[in-house]
T-cell receptor
């Protein structure tokens, strides 16, 4: 079974600076998808960024980018120019690309605090 | 273009009562997923349904929990004889077929058992 680990329970960042959230996963599959979700206090789960394992190029969405290291099974999220609205829980998630690709496996989350 | 609609947003039940959580998927989405989030934890998969079929219920507790997605109407997650440990946020998500596409999540139902 796949597992996803987020080793940082909480990270603090100054407004306008950069923070990096770590995520590692364990799988025996070669094809899969990785996601970062943001959960603000409203509880809504918001997709931040998605990475396809067969693509070597790291995904980027505006101020959000990932560092995908397939051999190391690492998938970190970098938030640049942090804004107050970035304060939230962030969850890393894994989804198989094969027949079992019907569910997401989530990490335990990292709380991001943004200081003005 | 409404997203995934879940209701109620908050639900309070006494121990032993039944809880019914509803989820209407996004228009055009035929796949529905239910997840549970305990306080300060990540989401845990419960069940995956398509219209009138349960495809994967590997995350569902064996007793008291059931889910359905009828031909007409919303998907329902039903918890019978609730206990305090059932208190959690329950999220529904929907998607089109294919793992490449991401889910769209609803805002969740927070169930409190008193």
């Amino acid at each position: 079974a796949q597992t996803v680990t987020q080793s940082q329970p909480e990270m603090s960042v100054q407004e306008a600076e950069t923070v990096t959230l770590s995520c590692t996963y364990d799988t025996s599959e070669s094809d899969y998808y990785l996601f970062w979700y943001k959960q603000p206090p409203s509880r809504q789960m918001i997709l931040v960024i998605r990475q396809e394992a067969y693509k070597q190029q790291n995904a980027t969405e505006n101020r959000f980018s990932v560092n995908f290291q397939k051999a190391a099974k690492s998938f970190s999220l970098k938030i640049s120019d942090s804004q107050l609205g970035d304060a939230a829980m962030y969850f890393c998630a894994y989804r198989s690309a094969g027949a079992a690709g019907n569910k997401l496996t989530f990490g335990g989350g990292t709380r991001v605090l943004v200081k003005p | 273009n409404a997203g995934v609609m879940q209701n109620p947003r908050h639900l309070v039940r006494r121990r032993g009562q039944e809880a019914r959580l509803r989820c209407s998927p996004m228009k055009g989405h035929s796949h529905v997923y239910w997840y549970r989030q305990l306080p300060e934890e990540g989401l845990k998969f419960m069940v995956y349904l398509q219209k009138e079929n349960i495809i994967d219920e590997s995350g569902m507790p064996k007793e008291r929990f059931s889910a359905e997605f009828p031909k007409e109407g919303p998907s329902i997650l039903r918890i019978q004889q609730v206990v305090r440990g059932d208190s959690a946020a329950y999220f529904c998500a929907s998607s089109q077929p294919g793992p490449r596409l991401g889910y769209t999540f609803g805002s969740g139902t927070r169930l409190t058992v008193v």
